[in-house]
């Protein structure tokens, strides 16, 4: 599904001294299918953005749009739209509140009034995407889970209502870096398979490089820069100035490239870096 | 006294959900901190860092084995109120330390439970919220904050106590980076300019690369120890673990196994750019 946002502006506690504006008239478009990363400062505003995105906010003016349909206008049934969109919170794993796995992730499902035998089928695949074992885990408690694997089951809770465009917020802080990956290559798989139209909010530079068609920048409620990972990392002091950074193997790019090595300044992954490095000194020994 | 902490051979259980067994989360663990030593630990998920640290300032008591902080022992009641005070500890989750309604008065609130005069409290809350760049959001309401927001004002709280030890689990977990960097250079400034120890779990390898010691945990014992470069050359038993190495020893090993012949214990951009420049 595409999303547009026209003019969207959101103020917290209007009318209080408190009063704050989070989203400063930010308009935008994502493509069916595409790969979103959200970046931007701590309160640059992007958990109120992706807030509105599936009606649980209600923009002070502005209008947001899926596929062609106004979900800002009066009179919306917000309850489809949450289905159609799916949200991952920040920390998702404080929900977990049922006793089972299946009881967990069954419970978007079962809300959606289908029967058992498409619940079952549906939390089966949740699961497998993740990368939980189902007949492992499906009676086991959420309390008795490391702290990566609630985290999964909590993803999987949100996959399981087949949303057709799904928003992560943060999802591997606090995780280790086999669970951060794991999760992340799930997620690279999901969107592979499944064409999902996914938003993905990070405070990570290399994994939005790795993952994401386009990122969207943030800083203090508007959206500032906007482009493919490899055209917005070029804006480096800009990044630096407001908050972010650049991939680390970018600044070991400059780094070379000062000593006279003539290496691509798009280079944003290690896997380039790698290849570009090693074609470099190959071309000099001939 | 040259150790600010002395973790000897402890264990510690956990009663899990509807099971009649302890989960021993925490299995002989051996550790010495020394006073202005500046320590990392990492470790997978669930390997049993946070029960660790929870051990130094006497939240957890252990069942076996003995935790020393400053000379005082953590199971001497009468001590507690020194302890929390020697040892100050930034916990993973900022939520659960929130205690004010407004963000001057969290930070202000361990001083003034210290009997810290009014003054001071005021120019350490000051200064304590100008380190972690919340100056703006002073007469704000914590829980009304974004996550990272909040994790600086939990940062701030335990910096206007002035302990000599601090020991943050996961401080960076929610900032973006130059917050992050922000929070690691304030770290070190404190740890440097003033002396205080530092405890640092986090799974960012990066941060590690500065400490003067690095601690891998594993399933609730040490697995490895030494300093950074030492640690990070082990890339295969960091992975091993679900743990990882910084993106420039990630590169400089994969260079290495494409057959340059590198240094395996890379651990800064600059290191790995000196290295390369010798191939030509
Ligand atoms: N419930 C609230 N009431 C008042 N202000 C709020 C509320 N929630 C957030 N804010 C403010 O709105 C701004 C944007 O917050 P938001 O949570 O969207 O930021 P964020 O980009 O998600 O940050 P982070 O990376 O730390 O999660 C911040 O300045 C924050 O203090
Ligand atoms: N309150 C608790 N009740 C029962 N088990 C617990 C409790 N707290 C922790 N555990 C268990 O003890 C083990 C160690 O947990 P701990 O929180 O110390 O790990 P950690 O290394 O800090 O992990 P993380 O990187 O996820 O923060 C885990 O298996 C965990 O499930
Ligand atoms: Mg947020
Ligand atoms: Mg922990």
């Not at chain 1, 100035?241 to 290690?270: M, R, W």
């Not at chain 2, 974004?146 to 701030?156: D, P």
């Not at chain 2, 250079?185 to 120890?197: D, F, V």
Request: charged letters at 30%.
């Amino acid at each position: 599904m595409s999303i547009k946002v026209n003019n969207l502006t959101f103020k917290y506690m209007v009318g209080t001294p408190f009063e704050k504006t989070a989203l400063d008239n930010v308009s935008f478009e994502i493509k069916d299918g595409e790969f979103i990363g959200l970046i931007g400062h701590t309160g640059s505003g992007k958990s109120t953005l992706i807030q509105h995105l599936n009606g649980l906010l209600k923009p002070t003016s502005g209008e947001i749009y899926i596929d062609d349909e106004c979900i800002t206008a009066k009179g919306v049934d917000l309850k489809r739209i949450r289905q159609l969109v799916g949200l991952v919170f920040q920390y998702p794993e404080h929900q977990l509140f049922e006793e089972t796995v299946f009881k967990d992730v069954s419970y978007g499902p079962k809300n959606l009034g289908l029967d058992e035998e498409e619940i079952e089928s549906r939390v089966k695949w949740a699961l497998s995407i993740v990368g939980i074992d189902y007949d492992k885990y499906k009676d086991v408690s959420p309390f008795d889970l490391s702290g990566g694997q609630k985290r999964r089951v909590a993803i999987a809770g949100v996959l399981a209502m087949q949303p057709k465009v799904l928003i992560l917020d943060e999802p591997t802080a606090g995780l280790d870096p086999k669970g951060r990956d794991e999760i992340l290559q799930n997620i690279k798989n999901l969107h592979k398979k499944s064409k999902m139209t996914i938003i993905l909010v990070s405070h990570s530079m290399d994994d939005v490089a790795e993952l994401a068609d386009k990122l969207i920048v943030m800083y203090r409620g508007k959206n500032i820069i906007q482009g493919t990972p490899k055209e917005v990392f070029r804006n480096v002091e800009t990044l630096e100035s407001i908050g972010l950074a650049v991939p680390q193997v970018k600044y070991l790019v400059q780094s070379l490239n000062k000593k006279g090595f003539n290496l691509n300044e798009d280079i944003i992954t290690v896997s380039e870096a790698k290849d570009a490095i090693l074609k470099a000194l190959r071309r000099e020994k001939k | 006294m040259e150790n600010m902490v002395e973790i000897n051979n402890v264990f510690y259980g956990y009663k899990k959900h509807d099971q009649a067994e302890e989960f021993l989360a925490l299995r002989g663990v051996n550790l010495k901190v020394k006073i202005g030593e500046f320590l990392v630990v990492i470790g997978h998920n669930g390997s049993g860092k946070s029960t660790l640290s929870k051990h130094i300032n006497a939240i957890y008591l252990p069942k076996e084995g003995e935790v020393i902080v400053n000379g005082m022992n953590t199971k001497d009641i009468s001590k507690l109120w020194d302890i929390r005070q020697s040892a100050g500890m930034v916990f993973q989750n900022p939520d659960n330390q929130i205690v004010a309604t407004i963000v001057e008065e969290d930070v202000a609130f361990g001083p003034e439970n210290m009997g810290v005069e009014p003054k001071e409290i005021r120019k350490r809350v000051e200064s304590a919220l100008k380190a972690v760049r919340m100056e703006e959001y002073s007469k704000h309401a914590p829980h009304l904050l974004s996550g990272g927001q909040k994790q600086r004002v939990a940062i701030a709280g335990i910096l206007a106590m002035k302990p000599k030890c601090i020991i943050l689990d996961e401080p960076t977990a929610m900032l973006d980076p130059s917050g992050r960097k922000e929070v690691i250079e304030t770290i070190k400034k404190l740890n440097k300019e003033e002396g205080i120890t530092i405890i640092l779990i986090t799974h960012f390898m990066e941060e590690a690369v500065d400490a003067d010691r690095v601690v891998v945990m594993d399933d609730g014992k040490i697995v490895a120890e030494g300093t950074p470069r030492e640690v990070f050359s082990k890339v295969e038993l960091l992975k091993k673990l679900g743990l990882d190495v910084p993106q420039v020893t990630e590169l400089a090993y994969e260079l290495k196994k494409s057959g340059l012949n590198i240094r395996q214990d890379i651990i800064t951009i600059d290191e790995l750019v000196e290295e390369l420049c010798q191939l030509r």
